[in-house]
């Protein structure tokens, strides 16, 4: 075990299965001297094995639903009683009905995507403004979420997903300075190579596009642990003064307009 997070506490929302990113945080956060509550929506507790996890990290599980202002207080101020104030905080939540049914982008069911934006996005709004009211943050600390690169780009088949990831990231920069001038507290987003987990690999077409941008991408895609990493950076005393930002961990694939292997496919 290493300290770069000894006396750090948090939450960390999302951890399904070892594929999640989230429980990839949630290790090693742990093996970091980190602290944490874990918490997921209870439909989601009931498909996944979030309490092995606990077991694990010698931690307890808070059901929440993260688009319930209710659920989040309550949350919150299990977490505040338990630890203090938080340092760190892991927004690891997405869903898309319109994905899920494989419905074409025009041709989106309105309902399902309001539903879409409540739960991938409007979410992370209500996580922060949570912590905000409550005052639950300490200075200086750190609240992440997880987004993609079709926030940025036209990716046909991430439908209204990428309208989602869109808006997370723009929450991500207004909150962040109103975060910022409140207390120091850090609010970015981190975007991922295309990662193989449970809601990832649910995408059509994913196993093709994720070869994609293995070639694209000049270092491969980068992996769930990888971007675990990432993420205990970004929650430590190293990262200071990164907020409002949308942080690229994807192995140059951003940036990459073309690579030789890809040329290589039209020879």
Known sequence: MSDLLKNKKGIIFGALDERSIAWKVAEKVHAQGGSFILSNAPIAMRMGKINELA????????????????DLGNLFDAATAKYGKLDFVLHSIGMSPNVRKDKAYTD???????????ISALSFHKVLQTAYKKDAMNDWGSILALSYIAAQEAYPFYSDMADAK????????????????????????????????????GI?????????????SPLGNADGDSCADYCVVMFSELTRYVTMQNLFHDGGYSTTGITSKVMEKWD
């Open 55 to 70: 077991e694990k990290c010698g931690t307890e599980v808070i059901p929440a639903d993260a688009t319930s202002m209710e």
């Open 108 to 118: 989106l069911n309105h309902d399902w995507f309001q539903k879409t934006l409540d």
């Open 166 to 201: 869109a808006t997370l990231e723009s929450i991500a920069r207004s909150f962040g300075y109103h975060f910022g001038v409140k207390n120091k507290v850090r609010v970015n987003t981190i975007s991922q190579s295309p990662t193989v987990t449970a809601a990832g690999s």
């Open 204 to 216: 059509s077409g994913f196993e093709k596009f994720f070869n994609f941008a293995e070639e694209m």
